[in-house]
């Protein structure tokens, strides 16, 4: 089997910025879930990577493309993947630029392990999503609508306020109020404000196919208000917790359009009581617990999503042994591990 894997940061998207304008965060995290996956595919099968050589990550023996900074990059992604048999791909819903390279790939007749484009377009807008997740009850902070005075009357019984992007992604470009008229006011057409939701910031993926949907280890994510900043997550949770938020990604993904497909994750936060859970964003792509999540369970995950493994997945670790950064450190039981 041959597979194309591209990232968006160290596969090209960066190639017309100076190394040293660079988002520091955005290539810790894109190298640290390409090397993550470039390792796990090696195993099962040969590799084709499209690559930045001035910010490559650690990868293993395979075909790397070095992408031309003077050519547009999708047509070398489309290029480089010619002759695989699947192609999966990491990058930001921002600017629809996840959407754009899955669709130019499926376009040269690429096989994309992806979910479908009204998927890949209600996923990444946020607004949208809050729209979805109201009609169909799946428990999600309060979020406003402009014009509507019932959003804002349930919004007048918080504390704090959330404004995000619409299309963005991690915690770039979040900001935290304490007063909602200044919240109103930051929130533009291409902004979402919601209601803060106290509670542990969770996230849990799934691995979906034509046939399955499988759930991965659910486990927590070390996010700052003060900095709005993401330091890394822990992981398994407890049981309890686990079928929490288990619960939660079948009641959004039941909610969300056809057809999802590949690695889908689901950031949630978990309450003092169960009724008191939600949903925050899905993300329809590979997300940075992809570093830990390949620790904790048997078997190859970069083989259940290219259809080589099926049936429920086995946890290997107890509750909490396993913690990373973004830039792709773990350790298991304090002691620290590399890509194998």
Request: proline share 6%; with cysteine; net charge negative.
């Amino acid at each position: 089997m041959r597979v194309f894997l591209g990232e968006y940061v160290c596969g090209g998207g960066m190639l017309r910025i100076p190394t040293d304008l660079i988002d520091a965060s955005l290539r810790a995290e894109g190298g640290a879930m390409l090397s993550a996956l470039a390792f796990d595919i090696a195993k099962i099968a040969e590799l084709s990577v499209a690559i930045d050589p001035r910010i490559c990550p650690s990868l293993p023996v395979g075909t790397c493309h070095e992408v031309d900074a003077q050519l547009p990059m999708w047509g070398q992604w489309v290029r480089a993947a010619q002759g695989c048999d699947a192609a999966i791909i990491i990058a930001p819903e921002s600017n629809g630029v996840l959407a754009q390279a899955v669709s130019v790939l499926r376009a040269g007749g690429i096989n994309v392990i992806a979910s479908s484009s009204e998927f890949l377009r209600i996923a990444g807008d946020k607004q949208q999503t809050a729209r979805i997740f109201a009609e169909a009850s799946v428990p999600h902070p309060v979020t406003f609508v402009p014009g509507d005075a019932k959003s804002l009357a349930r919004l007048e019984g918080f504390r704090q306020f959330i404004v995000k992007p619409r299309d963005g992604c991690g915690t770039k470009q979040i900001a935290v109020f304490d007063d909602l008229a200044k919240a109103i006011a930051a929130t533009t057409e291409s902004h979402i404000l919601q209601g803060f939701v106290p509670g542990k910031p969770v996230s849990i993926a799934a691995i979906i196919t034509a046939d399955e949907m499988v759930t991965l280890p659910a486990v927590s994510q070390d996010i700052s208000l003060a900095n709005c900043s993401y330091s890394g997550g822990q992981g398994p949770l407890p049981d309890d917790e686990q079928r929490r938020a288990a619960s939660l990604a079948q009641c959004a993904i039941a909610a969300m359009p056809p057809y999802p497909r590949g690695f889908v994750g689901f950031d949630l936060v978990l309450g003092d009581e169960i009724g008191t859970d939600v949903v925050i964003e899905v993300n329809s792509r590979l997300t940075t617990s992809y570093v830990g999540l390949r620790h904790m369970v048997s078997g190859n995950l970069a083989g259940r999503l290219l259809g080589l493994e099926c049936g429920s997945v086995q946890c290997k670790t107890t509750a909490g042994a396993i913690r990373w950064t973004p830039s792709g450190e773990v350790w298991i039981h304090d002691v620290a591990v590399v890509n194998d």
